[in-house]
């Protein structure tokens, strides 16, 4: 079966291309072409990634992320019209996995589109090999459930903040750089924003940590990167 890619862009001139490219590179592309649409088939249509633009007529990108992160962890790659970087902020706090500025490279967007949906099925298929559950302290990651827990609570996590988590929870004491985590876990170097890792770094330590501001799982080298602490 085709990988499915939801295109949510009001521009059709800018949806026909990005179709277009992606249909060549054989994805089965849905469009939309307002917020209220895209959110109806981003529920309930099964799709390997959304691309996802922010201006939207009905309800605007922002809201749409949150929403589909509350029932999917379909990796979404947020579409910004400027170069503002509160926009690429807000869009990953809210649960996007990626983001792309207008004007960009229609070669740009669909390595992203391949990196993110590539990552997300070598994920899914280590996983089905790996029938085990690390655990540190009151930190439990079930590889092939894609659940944590922190003792018997659930911590609700997108694919990103859980592939991260695994990555470094496998490692444990092993320090990464930015660039080597956007590399290992997001799947692509040269178009990479080191600040994608910092973001999700944050997210994910407001979700395991008892105090993010003094973690004590998710460890800063300071000058050098990111680790996992083990016990």
Avoid: H
């Amino acid at each position: 079966m085709k990988n499915r890619v939801l295109i949510a862009e009001d521009e059709k001139p800018i949806s026909d291309i990005i179709k277009f490219n992606l249909e060549k590179e054989g994805y089965e592309i849905i469009t939309a072409y307002d917020g209220e649409d895209a959110l109806k088939k981003a529920l309930n249509e099964q799709l390997e990634l959304i691309i996802l633009d922010i201006m939207l007529p009905s309800m605007d990108g922002f809201e749409i992320c949150k929403r589909v992160r509350e029932k999917s962890s379909v990796p979404i790659i947020m579409v910004t019209a400027k170069e503002e970087e509160v926009d690429k902020i807000l869009g990953l706090e809210l649960g996007a996995d990626d983001y792309i500025t207008k004007p960009f490279s229609i070669r740009e967007l669909v390595a992203r589109v391949k990196a993110n949906v590539r990552r997300q099925e070598m994920n899914i298929n280590a996983d089905q090999q790996e029938k085990e559950i690390i655990k540190n302290k009151d930190l439990s990651i079930d590889l092939m459930k894609y659940e944590v827990k922190k003792g018997s609570t659930s911590i609700d996590l997108t694919v990103r903040e859980f592939e991260l988590l695994k990555f470094l929870a496998k490692q444990k004491d092993q320090v990464f750089s930015r660039e080597q985590l956007l590399e290992r876990v997001w799947g692509y170097e040269y178009y990479g924003d080191i600040r994608t890792v910092d973001v999700t770094v944050r997210r994910l330590r407001e979700k395991v940590e008892d105090d993010s501001s003094n973690p004590t799982y998710i460890m800063t080298k300071r000058g050098v990167g990111y680790y996992f602490k083990g016990e």
